[in-house]
């Protein structure tokens, strides 16, 4: 098994520092929010947050595509197998949805943070006991890999939010890359996650094949309404495309 014990000692202090990194890059976006972005109080915040959800995506999403290029033997055991840096990629997402669960907590207690806030407690506990056992990297890093689609949600919303037509160019290509992405990072990839814990259940002790199940249904089941929603608004909706 690859890594060092100094890592795993220190995993923990990651995610706190993660924490503290997100809430810097909020306070420096409040200097560069669009006017378009400032008509009030709740979509200059809204911008910020979803801007911040975007650097995180970008980081992440690579990152966790190069984990498996570097160490190709991470893709062979998802339970015991892992790395310096898959072990801290996992430190600094636990961070990051800590910081954006508190986020709309305090800023945006409404339905749809509600439901982000239902769906980030899932991911914290899950890469939460991932990154304290260290076990599991593996499969917290797969799950990560519905970011590369999470760049160009991200970018969408932006562009909702700062007002640019559904039928401009730049967000008609962004929506062509965001259900792709979306079909590939994110609907194929949970469907290899919940066949990969049934094939692989008798490997996992009760706790943890429980939680994993539960909090990958409620994902599944919130990511395929997105997809719909989604699907509806940018191409199947004729007068939400003609705005």
Known sequence: MEGDSEVMKYAPLWS????????ATNLLLKQVTPATASNSVSQAWKWRNIANSLIHSLITGVWALL????HPKLAEDLIATYSMSSLLLVSVSVGYFIYDFIDMAINHRKRSSFELMIHHFCVITCFGLAELTHRYIGYAVVALL????????????LFIIQGVSRQHP?????SLFNIATFLIFRIMTLGW???WLVVHGDQVPFFAYTLGSIALAVIVFMNIVLFFRILQVDFLNKKGRSK
């Open 67 to 70: 984990s498996f290029y570097w």
């Open 193 to 195: 996650m919940t066949r």
């Open 16 to 23: 706190t520092g993660s924490v503290l990194c997100f809430a």
């Open 170 to 174: 730049i967000y008609r290509l962004n």
């Open 146 to 157: 519905v970011e590369v689609n999470s760049v160009f949600l991200h970018l969408r919303q």
